[in-house]
């Protein structure tokens, strides 16, 4: 939220229709809200597991749209979300 420090905010994850996420899918965000730095890569890769074989372009026809608003944090945060779903991926809306 604007009203927070920028150290208290972050991503918004929602389903494909832009709602919010099932329940069932909490202790994996948890989980990857909380991941140290060098396990964030691994942790998507266990929600999203992608076929390196696959010459589709991976992700499993994943799509990412990306948001952010004029906070001075909030163009450095969207760029490494877009980094992780282009490692993963998945194409980017870049909004």
Known sequence: ASHNPPVDNGIKISDPDGGMLHSQWERFVVRFGNAPDDAILSCLE??????????????????????????????ELSALAVAAAMALGAKVVDH
């Open 46 to 75: 266990l929600l999203f597991p992608t076929d390196k074989n696959d010459s589709s372009g991976g992700g499993g026809g994943m799509e990412v749209h990306m948001g952010r608003d004029t906070r001075a944090h909030s163009e």
